[in-house]
């Protein structure tokens, strides 16, 4: 989406979430990622930057766990509240356009973020809702009366806004808003309706987690990639093995750092992605990268993933030499990918194999890499 025009994003993830009962909503496991985790990639994926995320002052531990670069801000007692403090932390270098979203809503689509965006051309205000469809009642254990459904709506996230306007709105209310379109409404603003998603749920009461854990099931695509590489040893003092320096009696012939483990990784993310292979987006002929640390190329390769709308899930590398020994480096090589990944270990597997004196690995000419990354939609 480009629209040549600034659009921030802030995800308000400040509730307790008391409806649903348990630990905060935000924070559970959404098939491998949070629900506050997914809100944010989702706005990601569409381009919006910069993106603040408004938690529980008690939970920053938890929100830095999301992407890096996010604008952490802690919120407030309401709603409103905590929306406020996300759009006074954009004040100071104002966006043109901002979408503010429910950390709650993580199945949000980019078609549906873009529609939203898209509708601010000619609106200061615009945000999803589906028109309401079954009949509506009035009562308590009986029915009391039927109330018409026609022009009713059931509103949704993102909703959308010229940042200067918004702000303004904000400031003027007195508090106790159900959302930001009747904030905006309050300062005579017009809010477009665009078509929101069924699929666009807001966790909220028991049973949401399953169904939204469903729908990004639906939605699921798996990738697998695989790299391969090898570097000629040479004169030198140690070489340097997924990411961890190790000494020996000789180096590696590169350009890079000559990372064996973090080319092959690199290759396999880049794999995955159908993205060509590292020398494509690092040129060796290119005298920026001589002695470059090749965790910069892993870190690139995963950001493209990011961007792409996937998550390394996991990561496989082997490592074929006869020396050094890598097994001792083990737990230090996961440690360095898993950094450079936003990996736990467990996700991180680092083998290593001689080649049993064949072939020029075993005649100890050098040393070679092979990896597997799979990725899933994120
Ligand atoms: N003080 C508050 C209250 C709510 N929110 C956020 O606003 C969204 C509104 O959804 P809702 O289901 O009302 O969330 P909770 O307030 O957490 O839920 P509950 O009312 O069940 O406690 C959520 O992403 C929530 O984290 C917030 O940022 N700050
Ligand atoms: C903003 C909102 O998601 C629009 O549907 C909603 O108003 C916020 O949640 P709540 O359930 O009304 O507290």
């Known amino acids: 989406m480009d629209t040549g025009k600034r659009v921030a994003g802030i995800v308000v993830a400040g509730g307790r979430g008391s409806r649903l009962g348990g630990p905060p909503k935000q924070w559970r496991d959404l098939g491998g990622m949070t629900v506050a985790g997914r809100a944010v990639e989702a706005l990601a994926r569409a381009g919006l930057s910069p993106l603040v995320l408004v938690h529980p002052a008690s939970e920053a531990a938890e929100a830095a766990q999301l992407r890096p670069g996010l604008l952490l801000v802690p919120g407030g007692a ?37 529609r939203v965006v898209a509708a601010l051309d000619d609106s200061p205000g615009a945000a999803p809702a589906l028109p309401v469809t079954d009949a509506l009642w009035r009562g308590g254990s009986i029915v009391e009366g039927t109330q018409a459904r026609d022009g009713l709506w059931r509103a949704q996230t993102p909703q959308g806004f010229r940042f ?49 854990a469903r729908i990004l099931e639906q939605r699921m695509d798996v990738r697998m990639g695989n790299g391969y590489d090898v570097h000629a040893f040479g004169p030198g003092d140690h070489v340097t093995l997924c990411g961890v320096r190790i000494s020996h009696s000789q180096g590696v012939l590169a350009h890079s750092d000559g990372d064996v483990g973090l080319h092959a990784l690199t290759d396999a993310i880049l794999g995955a992605l159908a993205l060509g292979d590292i020398g494509q987006h690092f040129p060796p002929s290119d005298p920026q990268w001589k002695g470059a640390d090749s965790t910069l190329f892993l870190r690139h390769a995963g950001a493209l993933a990011r961007e792409a709308g996937y ?22 090589m996961k440690q360095a990918i898993g950094q450079s990944l936003g990996l736990t270990p467990d996700r991180v597997s680092i083998k290593a194999t001689t080649s049993e004196r064949l072939g020029f690995t075993g005649r100890r000419e050098g040393v070679a890499a092979l990896a597997t990354a799979t990725l899933v939609s994120a």
Do not use: M, W
């Open 78 to 114: 309401t709603r409103s509240d905590s929306v406020r403090a996300g759009l006074e932390a954009l004040a100071a270098d104002p966006p043109d356009l901002v979408l503010i979203h429910d950390a709650a809503r993580p199945c949000a689509t980019p078609a549906l973020i873009a």
């Open 311 to 332: 998550r390394v899930s996991n990561v496989d590398v082997t490592v074929v030499c006869e020396a050094p020994k890598v097994g001792p480096h083990v737990p230090a």
């Open 164 to 212: 200067d306007a918004i702000l303004a709105a904000h400031r003027a209310h007195p508090g106790g808003a159900a959302d930001d379109v009747e904030v905006a409404r309050a300062a005579g603003l017009a809010v477009a309706i665009v078509a929101g998603e069924e699929d666009n749920i807001k966790v909220t009461h028991p049973g949401d987690l399953e169904r939204a």
